[in-house]
């Protein structure tokens, strides 16, 4: 079992930067961001192999935001910069195992084992 716990969300004015945290119980083999805006769907956001090799990002947010990892703590980042009305979403972080994780799946629920509770952004014109 996995337990992950998000941080660093809040309310932010267009253009501003945050940067959500999510701090896993014990090492994963790949993490995501995922985020829901109200009446959408969940979409996949950025992707990242916990050995470092392989990063992915939507195109929504490529060139804004960076996913990073730390693993001496187990804690994968999402710094968010030049903030837009749109990001404005709850944001949760997924984990998959060996097994699990596929590259080609990264935007796939199914991918995720585990998921954390979820921080709110968002953003104000």
């Known amino acids: 079992q996995v337990q992950l716990v998000e941080s660093g969300g809040g309310s932010v004015q267009a253009g501003g930067s945050l940067r959500l945290s999510c701090a896993a119980s014990?090492?994963?083999?790949?993490m995501s961001w995922f985020r829901q805006a109200p009446g959408k769907e969940r979409e996949a956001v950025a992707y990242?192999?916990?050995?470092?090799?392989?990063?992915l990002y939507d195109d929504s947010v490529k060139d804004r935001f960076t996913i990073s990892q730390d693993n001496a703590k187990n804690t994968v980042y999402l710094q968010m910069n030049s903030l837009k009305p749109e990001d404005t979403a709850m944001y949760y972080c997924?984990?998959?195992?060996?097994?699990?994780?596929?590259?080609?799946?990264?935007?796939?629920?199914?991918?995720?084992?585990?998921w954390g509770q979820g921080t709110q952004v968002t953003v104000s014109s």
């Open positions: 997924a984990a998959g195992l060996a097994g699990t994780c596929w590259t080609p799946s990264w935007r796939r629920h199914y991918t995720y084992v585990y």
């Open positions: 014990r090492s994963t083999l790949c």
């Open positions: 990242i192999q916990t050995d470092g090799s392989r990063t």
